[in-house]
Structures are given as C-alpha cells and as structure tokens.
C-alpha cells in the first residue's frame, strides 16, 4: 500500500499540516543557510495563515521511528510549471538518500507528474524533507528567462543537487566506517521492493541542455545546496516553534 504526498490532496488538513511541519523543520535546522530558512518560514507562515493553523496544529506529534526498517512506498504528486524538471530532482534526492525511484505514468493526468519512492520510514521523511527544502532554493535562486533557458537551468540545478549531495555522502562514509555497507543495503532491499511490485520498470531517461550558461548557472545554484550535517545517514530531526529563531 501506497502513502500519498504532495500536492495531490492540497486541501486535505492533515497534508496541509505535514507540509507546513515539514517546511519549518528544514527552516530551524541550524545548518540551513539563513536566505533559504527566512523564505522557508515566510511560505510556512503563509500556509498557516491561509489555513488558520497555529503552532500547536503543526508540531510533530510522532518522530521518525529510526528502528523501523520496513521499506514501504509512498506517492508524490507535482502539479504546475517545470513538474518534469521538479519530479527530475525528486528522483535525484531519492537516490541519494537510500530511496528506490520511478515516475508513474498510469491513469496520471497531463498536468500531473507522480512520483513514487520505496524506502524506510526515515529514508522517506529525509526525502520529503529535502526534496522541499531543494524546491525552495530553486524558487529563490531561479533568474529570469523564457522557458527555454530555465528548463536548461532546471537540468543544470538537478545535476548540482545531486553532485553536492554525492559529496556530502561521500564525507559521511569517511567520518563514519561502516555506513556506507548500511546505505547501500537498504538501497538495494527498496529496489527489490519497487522491482516486486514493479517488474514491468524499465530506465528510460535522457537529458537534453540546449543553453550552457543556463545549465552552468543552475549546476552552480544546485551545488549551494546542503543536506545538513548527516541528514543522509541518518535523519532524526525536531520541529521547532517556527519562529524566527533558529538557535
């Protein structure tokens, strides 16, 4: 059974409040760069205002079990301008933090682009976590353009993100001996979930850039993105009060 995400059930209270939630506990995580977490906190409050949310509706009521290494899936839905790109970028933060990925293309409407992502319950939250905190440095760091130039920036910012998130990978296996082996083998029992219940998947991308100083200009917005100290090894993170302190 499948758990959906994003924006597929945008009025839905309970998802409304997990995005918020979400939203702020990238923005109070100290190595957040402070631009990124003041629009962070700036969308959240927006959401809780439009919503009528207060504090004490967002907080996170359950953490992230840890111990729980079941893989399960989980849906995500994007809607609206560069979804391809967006969903792109979903993928490319999934690899990264141990999640099996594939773009579901059943009964899925044109405007639509749905994603679906197989890993344990911690690896899923790190994904939604970052994959948010991803979109909104695109939002902000995005230059003007026709689409042409910004979808060649889209292909350039992917391709930062998942470089800058091989690196800090990289760094954790150093400063942690052994986590690697632990990665890599939850990695693969998502990919051999996502092949059980998938095994019609095939690969099928391509990638096509037709302006350089686009493609450079995001690879370079890409490459200022952070994951946060050992988010990719393992994510356990508290939400704080959203406000604008950050400790």
């Keep these: 059974m499948r ?3 994003g924006t ?3 009025n839905d209270p309970g998802n409304i409040r997990d995005k918020v939630r979400l939203i702020l506990e990238r923005a109070n995580h100290p190595n957040t760069p402070q631009a990124e977490a003041e629009t962070a906190i700036a969308l959240a ?3 809780m205002q439009k919503y009528n949310l207060n504090d004490a ?5 359950e953490q992230v079990n840890s111990q729980n290494d079941e893989i399960e899936a989980i849906e995500h839905s994007i809607f609206g301008p560069y979804r391809v790109r967006r969903g ?3 993928y490319v933060i999934a690899q990264a933090v141990s999640c099996a990925c594939f773009r579901e293309n059943r009964d899925v409407g044109t405007d639509e682009v749905r994603m679906v992502a197989f890993g344990t319950a911690r690896d899923r939250h790190a994904l939604e976590v970052l994959f948010q ?4 440095l695109a939002l902000r760091m995005m230059p003007p353009g026709d689409r042409r130039f910004r979808t060649s920036w ?3 910012f992917n391709a930062g993100v998942g470089k800058k998130l091989t690196k800090e990978q990289k760094t954790i296996f150093q400063e942690t001996p052994g986590s690697q082996l632990v990665l890599i083998e939850r990695f693969e029992r998502a990919s051999s979930v996502m092949f059980e219940a998938e095994p019609s998947l095939s690969n099928t991308g391509s990638s096509f850039i037709n302006n350089t100083d686009a493609y450079g200009a995001g690879h370079s917005a890409g490459m200022s993105f952070s994951s946060g100290s050992n988010s990719l090894g393992s ?3 508290s939400l704080g009060s959203g406000s604008g302190s950050r400790g």
């Design 88 to 90: 792109s970028l979903f």
């Design 3 to 5: 758990a959906e995400c």
């Design 45 to 47: 409050f927006r959401l």
């Design 8 to 10: 597929s059930a945008v």
């Design 154 to 156: 889209w292909h350039g």
């Design 133 to 136: 905190a991803a979109e909104l």
């Design 235 to 237: 994510w356990q993170r």
């Design 57 to 61: 509706d967002v907080k996170q009521h």
